[in-house]
């Protein structure tokens, strides 16, 4: 089981529609896969299909009142399991700074999942996403604390430079508590190869992340702007736009890395 976080402080860089959509095409690929919304907006979880207000559990229960993480799963309308958010989950970082190890309460709740699945020979998921909040509270730093590794959605624009700086130090801050912590990709996202600055700000993260960006743009797309308020990935959405085409291509790039 790969647990992957999508992390990025600023808004508006397709950080929820990355994790929906990556989601969505591992699971096209025959992948068991997991999504846990960690996002008070609970963006995620509706882009899922799943009613948000209506749920039972959702992650504020296993990180307040000890819930077991697989007793807060659903079947998403999409077809694959969601641990949902919702607005219960605002105004967490007070209430989490209170309790004993409050940066390692996600990492218990996972593991407590991992011998659940072992105990009771369940499938085990081969990849659980994590959808963020964008910002570095400590619902984020509980995510990059339990997670393996992240993908860091990016914008090709100037302030969003700026951003990915302050991701990256603190990503390497927090190695001393997650020493397996890494950067498992940069993705271009809302990307318009005719924009000059887009291209330049491209060509410059190139050059310093090299390897670890993903050759897999994903481009402004009409489809990938209106699936969410119908509930559904894009793929399941418009399988053949452009911005599912480049999803599918970014959970192949995702799935060689594990090999």
């Not at 690929?29 to 749920?55: F, M, Y």
């Not at 697989?70 to 209430?95: H, K």
């Not at 702007?225 to 990935?233: D, F, M, N, R, S």
Request: negative net charge; proline residues 3%.
């Amino acid at each position: 089981m790969e647990i992957i976080a999508i992390a990025n402080q600023k808004g508006g860089v397709g950080k929820t529609t990355t994790a929906v959509n990556l989601t969505a095409s591992l699971a096209a690929k025959r992948k068991h896969v997991l999504l846990i919304d960690l996002d008070p907006q609970g963006n995620a979880t509706s882009g899922t299909g799943v009613d948000k207000n209506e749920l039972d559990l959702t992650i504020a229960d296993v990180l307040l009142d000890g819930v077991a993480l697989s007793e807060a799963i659903v079947t998403s309308p999409a077809g694959f399991d969601v641990i949902g958010a919702n607005r219960d989950l605002a105004g967490m970082d007070i209430t989490l700074m209170s309790k004993t190890d409050s940066h390692e309460l996600f990492k218990t709740a996972m593991a407590e999942l991992v011998n659940d699945q072992v105990s009771t020979q369940k499938q085990p998921y081969d990849y659980v996403i994590i959808d963020c909040a964008p910002s570095l509270n400590l619902l984020t730093i509980n995510a990059l604390v339990a997670t393996d590794s992240v993908i860091i959605p990016m914008q090709c624009e100037y302030y969003a430079l700026e951003g990915l700086a302050d991701l990256s130090q603190t990503i390497e801050r927090l190695t001393e508590l997650n020493p397996k912590l890494y950067i498992r990709g940069v993705v271009r996202t809302l990307f318009d190869a005719r924009n000059t600055l887009a291209r330049d700000v491209s060509t410059e993260l190139e050059a310093h992340f090299g390897d670890i960006m993903y050759k897999t743009h994903i481009p402004r797309n009409i489809r990938l702007a209106e699936a969410p308020a119908h509930g559904l990935p894009v793929i399941a959405y418009e399988r053949w736009s452009k911005g599912a085409r480049a999803y599918q291509k970014l959970a192949a790039e995702v799935m060689k890395q594990s090999n």
